[in-house]
């Protein structure tokens, strides 16, 4: 179908200046400002698909239904639809991606990353789930979710993230076991921290237990995760706040302050007992190794005395006189050695009274005291002979 000059004026009717309807006008010299034919560009395509794929044209060089070209729109026509079916045979699985397979909605295989080949659709259909993404849910954001129950009967408000991802090698059944895993994963996490949480008290949460409660969640909620066949691998759980509510906080935080300054008093106490208590007993335990030294010490001239007297016992038995008088003398000196003493002798006409000479104060300061013992028991051993 040519164009038409029906105003007159040599241009498209609607528009102005010499434009055609995509904007500009005819290219091109000689013709003016005429437009292009339609039936002249149809003309030459179908012609060109004729010598490609062996058309044939009816008499007069028109156009022709004969054998040549009867075949040529069916023969593109197959190969259009031969070339969608190999493009839909053909499927890519990225490195964050693992294939699964389904042939009439059944699961045939699983794909690693790469290109590979399947039935054309419909008989093979492929999903290509994000293995390596981690995903987050939070709880606690509303107040339903937040406050629970601690064993010593405290309510606390608690927050906390959960991190997971798809479970390696079970990207199936993450797609067809759980509908909502996001959902599924919240209600779990949220179940198994209320009972972790019923079985702690509350300043175990706040301090030293946070990590282990952390761990306790991640391993119950996984270990819930698999027994539902979720497919689905938790990374992480990380607590964001333990406190009261906001109601009680005010007075929660004097009970702390409380408790601190009761575990303040009992550490002083404490110190003090180590210091007063290890000094006691060190002093214990002197005493009672100087009576265990003074017992031994006794027990030795116990023994000692003991020795003595029956080395003398028998050297008296040996011979009794020469003992008795030495140890009559020895005696003798012991008790006079350190008194005043009068000697009186029998004499021819009756008692007489010797003068005594006290050798000992005669004696220089400087002359030891064994020295001196020795010079009086020897004195005295003198005068009492020659008064017996």
Do not use: C
């Amino acid at each position: 179908m040519p164009w038409e000059n029906k105003n007159g004026g040599g241009g498209w009717q609607g528009g102005g200046g010499g434009r055609g309807p995509w904007g500009q006008g005819p290219q091109g010299g000689g013709g003016g400002n005429q437009p292009p034919d339609l039936d002249e560009v149809i003309r030459r395509a179908q012609e060109k698909l004729r010598q490609v794929f062996g058309g044939g044209s009816g008499p007069g060089g028109t156009p022709g239904v004969g054998a040549g070209g009867g075949r040529g729109p069916v023969f593109v026509i197959g190969l259009l639809i031969l070339a969608v079916l190999a493009y839909s045979s053909f499927f890519r699985v990225n490195t964050d991606q693992q294939g699964i397979v389904l042939r009439f909605g059944k699961l045939v295989r699983t794909v690693e990353p790469g290109l590979h080949f399947k039935f054309p659709y419909p008989v093979e259909t492929v999903l290509t789930p994000a293995v390596t993404r981690i995903d987050e849910v939070n709880i606690g954001n509303l107040p339903q979710e937040s406050l629970m129950l601690t064993g010593d009967e405290n309510i606390v408000d608690i927050a906390f993230t959960v991190q997971w991802r798809i479970k390696p090698g079970q990207a199936s059944d993450f797609l067809f076991n759980v509908e909502n895993p996001d959902l599924a994963v919240k209600a779990v996490a949220e179940s198994v921290m209320r009972e972790v949480v019923g079985q702690s008290n509350i300043e175990f949460l706040q301090t030293t237990g946070r990590n282990d409660v952390q761990v306790q969640v991640l391993e119950r909620l996984q270990k819930t995760l698999n027994e539902y066949g979720a497919g689905v691998e938790v990374t992480q759980v990380k607590l964001q706040k333990v406190d009261p509510p906001a109601q009680v906080i005010d007075a929660f935080r004097d009970v702390q302050a409380a408790r601190a300054d009761q575990e303040r008093a009992r550490n002083q106490a404490e110190t003090y007992a180590n210091t007063v208590i290890p000094r006691a007993r060190g002093e214990a335990e002197k005493i009672k190794q100087a009576a265990d030294a003074y017992r031994a010490q006794v027990v030795a001239e116990a023994e000692g005395d003991a020795q003595r007297f029956i080395s003398i016992y028998n050297e008296y038995r040996k011979a009794e006189a020469v003992t008795r008088r030495r140890i009559y003398l020895e005696t003798m000196q012991d008790v006079l050695g350190d008194i005043d003493k009068v000697v009186v002798t029998n004499g021819a006409g009756g008692q007489n009274v010797l003068p005594y000479l006290p050798l000992n104060e005669l004696k220089p300061r400087s002359a030891s005291p064994s020295s001196s013992s020795s010079s009086s028991a020897a004195t005295g051993n003198t005068t009492t002979n020659g008064g017996r």
